[in-house]
């Protein structure tokens, strides 16, 4: 049986979780997962992914417990759901979050770098609750889309977050009723395709560079270097088509380079 569903829209990757009762994961799925980012990361026609859950109540439970006692915690290198260290990534990866996203799954999601939600949907890390902790990189990821005060009660708690609080405290790009959920990541997946995609990988290594530092920091980042995907964008093929199809109004013909 396939667990891990993948379908190509143009150039944009759908990843469906699809391990019932749940989507759990165990090592095997994690694995089978880093293969699918990794092979995202290597297409160069692929631009966006989506990563959601099959069903309407579950997007995933995160780990599954049953497997704990197997001993096998080899999730692959790009950690675990193949994604929550996968910093080699300069695509973007949209979270459609279609129901209960617990523990490993909220960690996968928080991964992402954005995240549209149903409705119904509820997001928490229960680790605490079973004498286990979340993954270190979780916490800054929590911290930097929530309060601290919310995150950190999360954290200690295991305090249940419904989709539109996370919407109203910024945590969720768009909340909308469940059967919509995957038409929208969509719909921000194709807007994403249509920018230029040197600067869309440009634009995403800043975000993961720079994202918790300060203005100052974030220019000393560059000005030594650590962001080459910027310098290449602005001294890309494409840095002079874009003004050029504004002037002429008509739609830019990206080269990616």
Known sequence: MTVVRT?????????????PKANA??????????????GFRDD???????????????????????????????????GFGG?????DLTKPVIAAVNG??????????????LMVAAEHAVFFLSEVNLGLTCDAGT????????????AVEMLLTGRRLTAPEAFAHG?????????????????????????APISVAAVKQMLDACGHASAEEAYALG???????????????????????????????WRGR
Not at 25 to 38: Q, W
Request: proline share 6%; with cysteine; glycine share 8%.
């Open 7 to 19: 379908m190509r829209r143009g150039a944009i990757l759908e990843i469906t979780l699809d391990r």
């Open 44 to 78: 160069p026609s692929a631009r966006v992914a989506i990563l959601t859950g099959a069903g309407e109540r579950f997007f995933s439970a995160g780990w599954d417990l049953r497997s704990a006692g197997d001993g096998d915690m080899n999730f692959g290198e790009g």
């Open 223 to 253: 000005d030594a270097g650590k962001l080459p995907l910027r310098t290449q964008a602005w001294a890309s093929e494409d840095a002079k088509e874009g003004p050029r199809a504004f002037a002429e109004k008509r739609k830019p013909l």
């Open 83 to 87: 994604i929550m260290r996968r910093f």
């Open 171 to 195: 945590m969720l790009a768009r909340v909308v009723p469940g059967p919509l959920v995957m038409d929208t990541a969509r719909e921000i997946a194709e807007r994403i395709v249509a920018a």
């Open 100 to 113: 209960y996203c617990a523990a490993g799954g909220f960690e996968m999601a928080l991964a992402c770098d």
């Open 25 to 38: 994961i165990d090592a095997a799925t994690s694995r089978e997962m880093d293969r699918v980012f990794a």
């Open 139 to 150: 916490v800054p990821r929590l911290l930097r889309l929530l309060p601290q005060p919310l």
